[in-house]
C-alpha cells in the first residue's frame, strides 16, 4: 500500500518540484496540493492523506498555526516541515506545535523519502543541519530564555499582539482605554523582557513563535 502524501507550499514552483520528485518513489502517492495554511486544513480534511509536507511562512496561515490545529483534529497525521528557514525559533515552534519531521528545502531526494517512510512508521526526523540546531539550542539555553513571552504579564502579551497586528501606540490606548504614555511603558517593558529592538523585530519574534499569523 502506497504512502498517501500532500504538500502544501506558497511556492508553485517548489511545490510542483516537490510532486514531480516524488512520482518517482514507487511507494509514495501525492494525493493533493495547498497554497496556504488554511487551504492546508481543507485538504487534509478532505483527502485524509498519511503525511503533510508543509512549509512555515505561508499566506492566511503559517505551517506552525496549520500543524497545531491539524494535530488536535487528527493526531495520527504525520506532517514534516520543509522549509528554507533554519532558526531554532522556527524549528522549536514546529515541534512544539506538533510536527514530525523538520527538513530544510536544500534537502536531498533520500532524506525527503526517508523523512516520509519514518515519520510513517511513528519515528520522528531531523535532518542533520536541523539536528546540531535542536542539540544547540537544548545545551546552550538559559533557563530564563526558553520561553521569554511566557514571562510577560498579560496586558504586555496584549499589547505586544496589538503592536504585531500594526497598531499604533495611540490605537492601542483607544482600544484598551488607557494612555499613550502608558501604552509606551510597555511597550518598554516587552522590548527589554524579549530582548528586542524595533517594532520589525516584534512582527519577527511574533510570526516565528506563531502567535501572528501571515494575511
Same mark, same amino acid.
Not at 499582539?161 to 502608558?182: H, N
Given at each position: 500500500?502506497?504512502?498517501?502524501v500532500?504538500?502544501?507550499?506558497?511556492?508553485?514552483?517548489?511545490?510542483?518540484?516537490?510532486?514531480n520528485?516524488?512520482q518517482?518513489?514507487? #511507494?509514495?502517492?501525492? @494525493?493533493?496540493? !495547498?497554497?496556504?495554511?488554511?487551504?492546508? =486544513? &481543507?485538504?487534509?480534511?478532505? *483527502? $485524509?492523506? #498519511?503525511?503533510?509536507? @508543509?512549509?512555515? !511562512?505561508?499566506?492566511?496561515?503559517?505551517? =506552525? &498555526?496549520?500543524?497545531?490545529? *491539524? $494535530?488536535?483534529?487528527?493526531?495520527?497525521?504525520?506532517?514534516?516541515?520543509?522549509?528554507?528557514?533554519?532558526?531554532?525559533?522556527?524549528?522549536?515552534?514546529?515541534?512544539?506545535?506538533?510536527?514530525?519531521?523538520?527538513?530544510?528545502?536544500?534537502?536531498?531526494?533520500?532524506?525527503?523519502?526517508?523523512?516520509?517512510?519514518?515519520?510513517?512508521?511513528?519515528?520522528?526526523?531531523?535532518?542533520?543541519?536541523?539536528?546540531?540546531?535542536?542539540?544547540?539550542?537544548?545545551?546552550?539555553?538559559?533557563?530564563?530564555?526558553?520561553?521569554?513571552?511566557?514571562?510577560?504579564?498579560?496586558?504586555?502579551?496584549?499589547?505586544?499582539?496589538?503592536?504585531?497586528e500594526?497598531?499604533?501606540?495611540?490605537?492601542?490606548?483607544?482600544?484598551?482605554?488607557?494612555?499613550?504614555?502608558?501604552?509606551?511603558?510597555?511597550?518598554?517593558?516587552?522590548?527589554?523582557?524579549?530582548?528586542?529592538?524595533?517594532?520589525?523585530?516584534?512582527?519577527?519574534?511574533?510570526?516565528?513563535?506563531?502567535?501572528?499569523q501571515?494575511?
Amino acid at each position: 500500500m502506497k504512502i498517501k502524501v500532500l504538500v502544501a507550499d506558497d511556492h508553485q514552483l517548489f511545490r510542483e518540484g516537490l510532486i514531480n520528485l516524488l512520482q518517482s518513489a514507487e #511507494d509514495i502517492e501525492v @494525493i493533493g496540493q !495547498a497554497e496556504d495554511g488554511e487551504s492546508a =486544513i &481543507e485538504r487534509v480534511n478532505k *483527502l $485524509k492523506p #498519511d503525511v503533510l509536507l @508543509i512549509d512555515i !511562512a505561508m499566506a492566511k496561515m503559517n505551517g =506552525i &498555526e496549520a500543524t497545531k490545529i *491539524l $494535530k488536535g483534529q487528527m493526531p495520527e497525521l504525520k506532517i514534516i516541515a520543509v522549509s528554507m528557514h533554519s532558526d531554532k525559533q522556527y524549528v522549536k515552534g514546529m515541534l512544539e506545535a506538533g510536527a514530525d519531521g523538520y527538513l530544510l528545502k536544500n534537502c536531498t531526494y533520500r532524506q525527503l523519502t526517508d523523512a516520509i517512510h519514518s515519520t510513517y512508521d511513528g519515528k520522528k526526523f531531523l535532518s542533520e543541519d536541523i539536528t546540531e540546531i535542536v542539540i544547540e539550542g537544548y545545551l546552550h539555553a538559559a533557563p530564563e530564555e526558553s520561553d521569554k513571552f511566557s514571562q510577560l504579564s498579560e496586558r504586555e502579551k496584549e499589547i505586544f499582539v496589538l503592536l504585531a497586528e500594526g497598531g499604533s501606540t495611540r490605537e492601542i490606548g483607544e482600544q484598551l482605554f488607557i494612555s499613550v504614555k502608558t501604552v509606551g511603558t510597555h511597550k518598554q517593558h516587552i522590548l527589554e523582557k524579549l530582548q528586542l529592538k524595533t517594532n520589525s523585530d516584534i512582527v519577527k519574534y511574533a510570526l516565528k513563535k506563531g502567535i501572528i499569523q501571515l494575511d
